[in-house]
């Protein structure tokens, strides 16, 4: 009941945070939006790295870095709005981004509320020392990063 206050209370913010994706306002404030979203997004990429690993045994599960990690990429992940709230497609900056992400935001909201919720309960089983659902939290994580990259990252 716990994690479904919280993950509620998350979505709620985030979608209330910003409603609409605003314009850039020049091409400097463009290329610092996508600066600063691939900045953000490496070090999602660099906390889900050890998280993948162990999904896969290729490294022994460890619930202290498995709640570190969850706790970073949860905290990144409320970030993302922030970030990606600026439309950057009117200028020629160089980006993944597809222009669905702006054309229904909503959308692309709704899967950062995904991660925030998927990285909040890794973190809390990992807390908990629930061993017996690691693998699938984490993989609840994965899910959630490829729900958004098959929709709005270009390949």
């Given amino acids: 009941m716990k994690i479904r206050f919280i993950t509620a209370l998350i979505g709620a913010v985030v979608i209330s945070a910003s409603l609409n994706a605003a314009p850039a ?15 953000m997004l490496q070090l999602v990429r ?14 022994p599960m460890n619930a202290a870095t498995l709640e570190k990690n ?10 993302m709005d922030d970030y990606f709230s600026v439309d950057t497609r009117n200028f020629p900056v ?29 973190k809390v089983a990992a807390q908990q020392g629930d061993e017996s659902s690691y693998k699938a939290k984490i993989g609840a994580i994965f899910k959630s990063c490829k729900g958004c990259h098959d929709t709005y990252k270009a390949e």
């Fill in 25 to 39: 306002k020049s091409e400097k404030h463009a290329a610092a939006a996508v600066q600063f979203r691939q900045a």
């Fill in 94 to 122: 160089e980006t993944d981004a597809l222009p669905g992400v702006w054309e229904d935001y909503a959308d692309f909201q709704s899967k950062i509320v995904a991660l925030t919720t998927a990285a909040n309960e890794l």
């Fill in 46 to 59: 660099s906390n889900v790295g050890a998280l993948g690993g162990m999904a896969k045994d290729q490294i």
């Fill in 70 to 79: 969850a706790m970073r990429i949860e905290q990144l992940s409320l970030m």
